[in-house]
């Protein structure tokens, strides 16, 4: 039986019979069997390759702290466009032209009857519900500072502070989605189709989201995790290999997501039908709007979290990816579009770096990845590049020292 929160991954992928596991083609050709995707017909430029549910998602502690209003389950930003940008602009009197692009609808919001959290309509409440919220709801502790999970959310907001790339939660409901199944077994073996790594990679993994005092830390988070979740049927991922491990699959494969019902507003905005005069009007409005957001928000336009995706996280990395994932629909639905032609055969590979760190040299990307993704790449551009020398300019020597969380705002959180 399929479980409702993995039926969308598995049926991208029994519906779109374009796209095939890496394993198999591996296996085929006599090679070690390894994690990707591959095109199993033509995939033409701007076609979307699939759509991915997440198996478990969560907004960042920071972020959610900071009012950026999500639903609880799907990410969907809950503000309206024009509240979107008062908050950010920090003046409660602007007034957005156009209001009826603006696609929130706040009569469908719902919120948990116990402890209050709020969803974008019945549905997302209900499959909250179903899934992890019942070991979850805090019901009248959600504000108080004892309540076990209130205590790790907090221990994590002190240790992973902004910009964020990972969130505790997301840990928190994959546990309790075991907790809660019926099928315990199904969902520790959905769990486990996610990358593992040695203990040696799980530990420069942990390092990096934590910092220097990340044994302290991480002991810290487990006894926390322990007292606020733990279940003799998952007893492994208490310990402190399996909690680390558990730490090094969110780190590895956890999939940015960002929303934003401002930034939908001007996409709608941008497909209006407008003579030449309102369209200069309305475009230089857009345009100073962002650069006034700018300057009193900085770069935290949106609503952010992360999810675990079966799919997206086969997609192995390249500089010079024909394919890119982003969030059209407002919520945690991941869209992957090719960005060139793909003929059948041809594996599809996204990038783990934005668009400034992929124009850096061969070395100062590999740095990134390395202590990132524990990796070096060889895709045609690397390969290209290999006799370069293992230098960077002046200007990228100067940020060498910022390639940590800071530089891992993805363009894949892009709305």
């Not at 809660?180 to 799980?202: L, M, P, R, V, Y």
């Not at 770096?353 to 100062?364: F, G, K, P, V």
């Not at 390969?383 to 969380?405: F, N, W």
Request: charged share 25%; glycine share 4%; with cysteine.
């Amino acid at each position: 039986e399929l479980h409702s929160a993995l039926a969308a991954s598995v049926l991208v992928l029994l519906s779109l019979p374009r796209v095939c596991a890496a394993a198999a083609a591996a296996a085929a050709a006599g090679l070690e069997a390894g994690k990707g995707l591959f095109a199993t017909r033509n995939i033409r430029k701007g076609e979307t390759v699939f759509v991915e549910r997440p198996v478990v998602s969560s907004q960042f502690l920071w972020n959610a702290l900071y009012n950026y209003r999500a639903c609880d389950h799907c990410l969907r930003a809950l503000e309206t466009a024009e509240e979107n940008a008062q908050r950010l602009l920090g003046k409660s009197s602007l007034v957005l032209p156009h209001p009826e692009q603006c696609s929130i609808r706040k009569d469908l919001h719902q919120q948990c009857p116990r402890c209050q959290v709020m969803y974008c309509s019945a549905e997302c409440r209900q499959a909250a519900l179903e899934q992890y919220h019942q070991v979850l709801c805090l019901g009248p502790s959600r504000d108080d500072p004892t309540h076990p999970l209130n205590k790790l959310q907090e221990a994590w907001r002190n240790m992973h502070y902004p910009p964020e790339t990972s969130s505790i939660m997301l840990m928190a409901r994959m546990v309790a989605t075991i907790k809660q199944a019926k099928d315990k077994e199904w969902w520790i073996k959905a769990f486990s189709q996610f990358c593992s790594k040695t203990a040696n990679e799980e530990e420069e993994i942990v390092h990096k989201l934590l910092g220097d005092k990340f044994k302290g830390q991480l002991e810290l988070l487990r006894l926390l995790f322990t007292e606020a979740l733990y279940d003799e049927y998952l007893s492994r991922w208490f310990t402190p290999e399996g909690f680390r491990s558990l730490f090094a699959l969110v780190g590895t494969n956890g999939q940015g997501i960002g929303t934003s019902s401002l930034s939908q507003w001007v996409h709608a905005c941008d497909a209006l039908d407008l003579p030449m005069l309102q369209r200069e009007e309305l475009d230089a409005f857009i345009d100073q709007l962002y650069k006034d957001i700018e300057k009193e928000s900085g770069e935290f336009l949106n609503c952010e979290g992360s999810g675990l995706y079966v799919l997206q996280s086969c997609c192995n990395h390249s500089c010079i990816p024909n394919a890119e994932t982003s969030f059209p629909e407002n919520n945690f639905l991941l869209h992957l579009t090719a960005l060139e032609d793909i003929e059948a055969g041809e594996e599809i590979c996204i990038s783990y770096l934005d668009c400034c760190q992929r124009e850096r040299s061969r070395h100062s990307r590999n740095k990134i990845l390395r202590e990132n993704y524990l990796f070096t790449c060889s895709c045609p551009k690397c390969l290209a590049q290999a006799d370069d020398a293992d230098v960077t300019s002046d200007e990228e020597e100067e940020g060498e020292g910022e390639t940590d969380d800071a530089e891992l705002e993805d363009e894949m959180t892009d709305v």
